[in-house]
């Protein structure tokens, strides 16, 4: 990546040593000459290392002056160097001494971790105090020594302490990764001094890399989405496999198997629908026993019917009055 004013200054994001391609920010609102911005596609769990190079055209207005290079991860700054030019560097991580001891600690990539619990901001206090999430940023400045050289180094504690991320940051937001340093491992010593901005501190360029994973990446339309597979079924037969043409005639058979089974169970509750019927019609059904009344079938009531036809010719009729 270069910016407009200086293009004989570069920066390159790598991971793995691999070279991440570039995409344009379309919403990129900055309007400035020397500041460039881009897209990049970095995967979860990689380390990742940043190489500054320039050629003749970045020249200083002292011998004295060096170029001050400083690190932004996700909004925090971790990291600077005093840089001669010509510049060729790769910055692989924080250098940081403890108890006598160089360490370094790695550049690389983790899952975005979040949280619940509510801090103290209100949600746009928080929204601009994560403005810079998701963003790895280096800013060129001039700048000269000042006062002792020293060996001893502490990194910023802060960007360990915005290891969870509120919720509320993320609305509106397509993020799944972070930044983070990696345990320390050792290292050689570092040389560390003072520095002093003979020109002011206002970067003379600056470049910002907005990492996201490929599916991030798709969601805010920096890169087109994945096309959804066509269906063998709906593919041209001419063109299939062998191996294609024998999943689609399993896949027939598969759906043959199931319709004739569907059939099967729809004709077994369909019969025993009709013999449920058939005993419902000819129950007698009794009413509580205490009633002096009995509902009966139609077969009953036929019966008793033809009992009544019978008896009718013998039986006496007598008044009930007396």
């Known amino acids: 990546m270069k910016v407009d004013s200086q293009p004989g200054l570069e920066v390159t994001l790598r991971v793995n040593g691999v070279l991440l391609h570039e995409y344009l920010d379309p919403d990129d609102e900055r309007g400035s000459n020397n500041h460039a911005t881009r897209f990049v596609e970095v995967p979860a769990g990689a380390n990742f290392t940043l190489h500054y190079a320039s050629d003749s055209a970045i020249r200083p207005k002292s011998n004295l002056d060096l170029i001050h290079a400083r690190i932004s991860l996700d909004g925090i700054a971790v990291y600077a160097s005093a840089l001669s030019v010509p510049i060729s560097a790769t910055i692989s991580g924080v250098h940081v001494t403890e108890k006598g001891v160089s360490y370094l600690q790695k550049f690389g990539f983790g899952d975005l971790k979040t949280t619940d619990d509510a801090e103290s901001e209100d949600v746009a206090t928080l929204k601009n105090k994560y ?14 020594p000042a006062g002792p050289k020293q060996v001893k180094h502490h990194h910023n504690p802060l960007l360990e302490k915005h290891a969870h991320i509120p919720e509320e940051c993320l609305k509106g937001r397509a993020m799944s990764n972070k930044t983070h340093l990696a345990p320390m491992e050792k290292s050689e010593p570092r040389t560390f001094c003072g520095i002093a901005y003979p020109y002011g501190k206002e970067p003379f360029a600056t470049f910002t890399f907005k990492y996201r994973s490929r599916k991030d990446l798709q969601i805010e339309g920096i890169i087109p989405r ?3 597979p066509q269906a063998l079924e709906d ?6 496999t062998m191996e294609q043409l024998r999943e689609v005639a399993r896949r027939a058979k598969a759906q043959r198997d ?20 058939k005993r419902k019609r000819t129950a007698t059904i009794k ?4 009633d ?7 077969a009953s009531r036929r019966e008793c019917q033809r009992q009544r036809t019978s008896f009718e010719g013998d039986t006496d009729v007598v008044d009930l009055t007396i």
């Open 287 to 290: 009413s509580d026993p205490d």
């Open 131 to 144: 403005a810079g999430l998701g963003e790895i940023s280096i800013k060129f400045t001039w700048a000269r």
């Open 258 to 277: 199931a319709e004739v089974r569907i059939q099967k169970v729809n004709a077994e509750q369909s019969r025993q629908t009709q013999v449920a019927g």
């Open 226 to 228: 994945s096309p959804s």
């Open 235 to 240: 593919m041209d037969p001419e063109t299939l």
């Open 292 to 298: 002096d009344v009995a509902v009966l079938s139609a």
